[in-house]
């Protein structure tokens, strides 16, 4: 009898250890490594995933200083970081392809639910105003909507930096689109900050403008704009060998290549965390919310830190379809007590 009863005091005792013991699912996060890119949009990413990832999946996060090419290439490499959150993929199309085919490097989602756009803008007010310009065409059919800076009797379109690849595009496309024969010169700026300076001043004396810009960025989530439509498709071909090539004589109308922007992980990260890996492959935000997020930081001088909590106590509806039940609990407690 006394053997019986050991017998069973082992088995409840092998039961209740089984029983403790963390599932597959379940287990430790342990710790990730997270790309902190150099520019404010993936900056900010990055901070949400940390704060999520330590505090609704337990890791132990390391930011590490990162930039499109140098990242990729460590991430090939050397297997770290783990988590890219916000890789502009058209910088290295090519051997990110075969990174992901050769299985190296895993897509979790689209980190830009609407891709990086490029393109050519409005006033939102104007827009408004004059419901029939939708085009870049129908922009410049009406150079007195948007006037030049000096002066002019002419109409303005803005143009990018010197060494930006868009001031080469943008040169061509005016020239494609027939805009100086409607009465639009071209002007281009000496840097970003004064690119977002004829805007601001557009908006402050409410009156038109018309030119280059691109999202996400703080500058569109804090001027309402529309993006014109180009009147054709992108054309890689033509792109390649004319729209984006200095002094092209003979450009044709064309539309910029929408920017794949991706979160990307190594796959030793994907294998050994798929509670994070799942959390990842749903985490996906627009550019209007990216474009507010980072207009808000500007404007309150917040830290990435402070941004990515703003970000996560006012839109909780978003971030909860990107986690389970459990883990959105976590986290909600987390940001209670913060």
């Not at 430790?28 to 150099?38: E, H, K, L, R, W």
């Not at 129908?138 to 803005?158: C, I, N, R, S």
């Not at 804090?222 to 060998?241: P, Q, S, T």
Request: aromatic letters at 10%; charged letters at 20%.
């Amino acid at each position: 009898m006394a053997g019986v009863k050991k017998l069973i005091a082992l088995l409840l005792l092998a039961l209740g250890s089984f029983a403790a013991a963390p599932s597959a699912g379940a287990a430790q996060c342990g710790n990730v490594t997270i790309a902190q890119m150099s520019w404010q949009s993936a900056d900010l990413l990055a901070n949400v995933d940390r704060i999520v990832l330590s505090k609704a999946y337990d890791c132990n996060v390391t930011m590490v200083p990162g930039d499109t090419l140098p990242t990729f290439n460590m991430m090939v490499d050397d297997g770290e970081p783990d988590i890219a959150p916000e890789m502009w993929i058209n910088a290295v199309r090519e051997t990110f392809d075969g990174a992901v085919a050769d299985g190296t490097l895993q897509i979790a989602a689209e980190s830009l639910s609407d891709g990086g756009v490029e393109g050519w803008w409005i006033p939102f007010f104007i827009a408004e105003a004059y419901p029939d310009i939708k085009s870049i065409e129908d922009a410049l059919q009406h150079p007195e909507l948007f006037p030049a800076p000096d002066g002019q009797d002419k109409g303005a379109v803005y143009s990018c930096p010197m060494g930006w690849s868009c001031r080469i595009s943008t040169a061509n496309l005016f020239k494609a689109y027939r805009a100086a024969e409607n009465g639009f010169a071209l002007y281009p700026t000496e840097t970003p900050e004064a690119l977002i300076e004829t805007i601001a001043t557009a908006f402050d004396q409410n009156r038109g403008w018309l030119g280059y810009y691109w999202a996400p960025t703080a500058t569109l989530g804090k001027y309402e704009m529309v993006r014109l439509d180009f009147g054709v498709r992108h054309n890689k071909a033509e792109w390649d060998n004319c729209t984006a090539v200095l002094d092209c004589p003979d450009p044709k109308p064309n539309a910029w290549p929408k920017s794949k922007v991706y979160t990307v992980t190594t796959d030793q990260f994907r294998r050994s965390n798929p509670a994070a890996f799942a959390y990842l492959s749903k985490r996906s935000w627009s550019n209007r919310t990216v474009n507010g997020l980072m207009a808000w930081a500007n404007d309150n001088r917040a830290s990435p830190n402070d941004a990515a909590l703003h970000f996560l106590r006012t839109n909780e509806p978003i971030w909860t379809e990107w986690m389970t039940p459990d883990a959105a609990d976590k986290l909600r407690n987390y940001l209670a007590s913060s």
